[in-house]
């Protein structure tokens, strides 16, 4: 099967691909809103180290119900791979969407995986697993890319060289309006790739006349008007072509192709003094461009036809002096991209304020380099080649940047150690004492506790006696020890004394036992808050004494991989940066030699074509005066 | 009929919603118009010229996808380098975390927009217990982040476990152009995990509570 080439394909997908992430409902998660953040203003790489490790995290969780980016699981798996597209990880952003197409998910959340799957795939030119990623769509599809993905399925079949079922397709309704230009334009290429020159010429001709409300709509109803003209021209329908030509828009894009491409028109109908508008109009315009370089040529040589070979051989003598200048110029490019200003330039902060950089780059004052690089420059996987130098340079800096962090927190668990090391040992010793006071005291609550318990169903007085009351109690036992058995009247006074003394005693624990038992109760519910108060202090300085030591403890090993790991990114990143570099430069410089070329080449047709002229102009002279 | 075949071929122009992408799309349209062969028919000189065009394209064809080749080799690497530095960023502001803001003591601070607010947020400042912990001037790109509903994490740093004090000023300018600002106290409370602060913001016209705090 014969594949279109698709060089120029990348840019408009890679415009495509850029898509929007989106927050579905209100926001739960706070750190997938810092990626979305992070995201919105193009930083994709702190988006990406944001959201891998919420997802790493999420993952992780015995129970990820609970957490809040379960409300936005699936936004979330679909903006990493969103992330890793506009952060040039085609490989990576194609397997993320792969998982989201794997799980457990809905249809709408299939179909729209399975479209952006196709897309990345169309996009690496993996034109049949495209097709296939299109095919595993089924079931309910989100209403808001039902368009898009026809579309893309008119791309592809474009693309494997089977224009008719792209006509089929494109020819289909549409409910959105924001596609209709380019569905026009696209029909019109699929309709003459399909053999039907007639319908594609008459399709062509109603996606030039479209109303175009934006700028993009406006260059693609330009480009339709442009490519219509050409096939017109080729038709040999020169008059039509001429007045396709003339919609397209004198400020736009296609003007200076379009204006080359009137002028032609009109001089291959032999209608030079026609053609002179347009291309009069041409040669006052930017000379570094292709098409006012080629009118210079042009203009001449119209004049030339309507014999005016004196005025033919001045313009011809102007177009010398361009070239001359131009070749000088493209020359002065080359030497300087070869000098690496080039990628000097690509790394200024201001070329890189916003996502217009490389059109902004050819306005940069003393980048001469820049000036014949626009449709270089206007290439997908040139771009990619910048963006990615670009990307290295950031890496780079983030690495150098990271190495030197790493050494300060090695220093920070350096001095941590030092600090804590000579303390952790007297403070241990101190914490053990008390550790044990303090179990001994919890153990005696303890015991005190179960007693009272026990004593609400076996009543104790006795051990709810004051200490008064119980050194009484012992100091009447010590009496009544030393009266002993003796039978003498004054033992005997003493023995019924001691007696009345302890029932005293007894009478007075019993009856206020209840009272006793109250109080009791209530002086250990106030020690349980005195317990709570230890506990809670006890703990936080456990945490406090772990956290002491995990703050120097164990990290050495992390610290020295990481470091290594650091170390050989940044090797690696040099390499690659350089490689990358040489081959901008290498691209850039086989550009600009081909323009070389071409104005070489011009030039030497432009000094044979003067020397003409002036011969035609001063034979034409003696032939006046003879009349 | 190449050449035609060549202009028809350039076909797939693929829109993008949105100004923001809007010159690369045009860039991308002015690539493929200037790719276009053209020569007029009847000319000798010009058809010529065409061939020897032709010829130079033809010649240089194989460089260019050698080019091409290399140019995506070169991406795969980067993309692999892409891929283990972030994973070892990944590691590191982990291993950042755990060293400067252990759990126990972490408090972050976020800022929000109130859904479709339209006022200017022009700084943020932050005390915690009386002592300034963040001061933010934003950027426009970083206002249109946030209006967009991205949050920023404005503050992340330690506090004892407890109760704690953080005031909130606020200065931006209204749809109108007025300047406002606002001034808000809160109290939260530090307990061993780590603390989220969510700080949705709203401009006076907006109905909505200048400052609100919400705990994550």
């Known amino acids: ?627 | 009929m190449a050449r035609s075949s060549q202009i028809t071929n350039s076909f797939a122009i693929e829109p993008r919603a949105g100004v923001r992408y809007l010159t690369l799309v045009l860039a991308f349209l002015l690539c493929l118009g200037s790719t276009h062969g053209w020569a007029e028919q009847g000319k000798p000189q010009q058809e010529k010229q065409t061939k020897q065009q032709q010829t130079q394209q033809s010649k240089q064809q194989p460089p260019q996808k050698n080019d091409q080749k290399q140019m995506r080799g070169l991406d795969e690497q980067i993309q692999e380098i892409k891929s283990d530095v972030l994973s070892i960023s990944a590691e590191l502001s982990l291993l950042e975390e755990k060293l400067l803001f252990p759990s126990g003591t972490e408090v972050a601070i976020f800022v929000l927009l109130a859904k479709g607010d339209t006022m200017r947020l022009d700084a943020v400042r932050l005390q915690i217990d009386g002592k300034p912990v963040a001061s933010y001037i934003y950027s426009f790109k970083e206002l249109e982040a946030l209006r967009k509903g991205g949050v920023q994490r404005i503050y992340v740093g330690n506090v004892a476990t407890g109760d704690h004090q953080l005031e909130v000023v606020v200065e931006g300018k209204q749809k109108s152009g007025a300047e406002f600002s606002r001034t808000e106290h809160f109290a939260f409370s530090k307990d061993v995990k780590p603390k989220l602060v969510g700080l949705t913001l709203a401009g006076p016209d907006s109905g909505s509570p200048p400052i609100a705090l919400g705990e994550w």
Not at chain 1, 234 to 253: M, N
Not at chain 1, 315 to 332: F, H, N, P, W
Not at chain 1, 403 to 422: C, M, V
């Open chain 1, 1 to 627: 099967m014969k594949r279109a080439p698709r060089l120029l394909l990348g840019l408009g997908l890679a415009v495509g691909l850029a898509t929007r992430p989106a927050v579905g409902a209100d926001l739960r998660d706070l750190y997938f809103g810092e990626a979305l953040y992070e995201a919105y203003q193009g930083k994709y790489f702190d988006a990406l180290q944001c959201l891998d490790t919420e997802l790493a995290q999420y993952r992780d969780l015995d129970e990820p119900r609970l957490d809040t980016l379960h409300y936005h699981i699936n936004d979330a798996e679909f903006s990493v791979g969103d992330f890793e597209l506009s952060y040039r990880m085609h490989l990576r952003a194609g397997r993320a969407i792969k998982a989201v197409l794997e799980g457990a998910v809905d249809d709408a959340v299939r179909n729209e995986a399975a479209f952006r799957l196709a897309r990345i795939l169309f996009q690496k030119d993996q034109l049949d697993d495209a097709q296939n990623a299109l095919a595993r769509i089924q079931g309910a599809v989100p209403r808001e890319i039902h368009d898009d993905i026809e579309f893309l399925r008119a791309n592809i079949d474009m693309a494997t060289g089977r224009p008719g079922e792209a006509v089929k397709v494109l020819k289909q309704p549409r409910s959105g309006e924001s596609l209709t230009g380019f569905v026009a334009y696209n029909l019109g290429i699929a309709l003459f790739q399909d053999n039907q020159p007639k319908e594609a010429i008459d399709q062509l001709d109603k996606a030039g006349r479209l109303e175009a409300g934006d700028d993009a709509a406006l260059a693609v109803r330009d480009k339709s008007n442009l490519v219509l003209g050409t096939l017109l021209f080729e038709t040999g329908d020169f008059d039509r072509a001429k007045q396709s030509l003339d919609r397209v828009r004198l400020e736009g894009p296609f003007s200076n192709q379009a204006l080359l491409r009137a002028g032609w028109a009109e001089a291959t109908a032999k209608q030079y003094d026609r053609a002179l508008v347009p291309w009069n109009i041409l040669a006052d315009r930017e000379p570094t461009d292709s098409a006012v370089q080629e009118a210079m040529l042009a203009l001449p040589n119209a004049y030339a036809n309507l014999n005016l070979h004196g005025r033919a051989a001045i313009l011809y003598g102007r177009a010398l002096e361009l070239y001359s200048k131009q070749i000088d110029k493209v020359d002065a490019s080359i030497g300087s991209i070869r000098d690496g200003r080039f990628l000097e330039d690509l790394i200024r902060e201001e070329s890189r304020q916003d996502e217009t950089w490389v059109i902004r780059l050819r306005s940069l004052p003393d980048a001469p380099e820049t000036y014949y690089l626009m449709e270089l420059m206007a290439s997908h996987d040139f771009q990619t080649a910048l963006h990615n130098y670009l990307d290295l340079e950031d890496l780079k800096a983030r690495l150098v940047a990271w190495k030197t962090s790493l050494d300060a927190f090695a220093d920070i668990i350096r001095l941590r150690g030092q600090n804590y090391e000579p303390l952790l040992p007297e403070v241990d010793a101190k914490f053990r004492t008390l550790d044990s006071r303090m179990r001994l005291r919890l153990e005696q609550r303890k015991h005190l506790a179960e007693r009272l318990q026990a004593m609400l169903t076996a009543p104790r007085p006795e051990y709810l006696a004051t200490s008064e009351e119980r050194m009484a109690g012992e100091r009447l036992a010590l009496i009544e020890k030393q009266i002993g058995d003796s039978k003498t009247a004054n033992a005997i006074a003493l023995r019924q004394r001691a007696a009345r003394l302890r029932g005293a005693i007894t009478w007075r624990t019993r009856t206020e036992y209840d009272e006793r038992l109250t109080a009791a109760y209530a002086h250990l519910k106030e020690l349980q808050a005195h317990v709570d108060a230890l506990t809670r202090q006890y703990d936080a300085y456990v945490r406090t004494r772990q956290a002491a030591t995990h703050s120097y403890v164990g990290y050495d090993a992390q610290i020295e991989r990481l470091g290594r790991r650091v170390g050989d990114a940044l090797q690696r990143v040099d390499i690659v940066m350089a490689q990358q570099g040489r081959m901008i430069e290498t691209v850039a410089i086989d550009q600009l030699q081909g323009r070389r070329d071409r104005l070489l080449a011009q030039q030497v047709e432009a000094r044979f074509a003067v020397a003409d002229s002036y011969d035609r102009a001063a034979r034409a002279e003696p032939a006046k005066e003879k009349h």
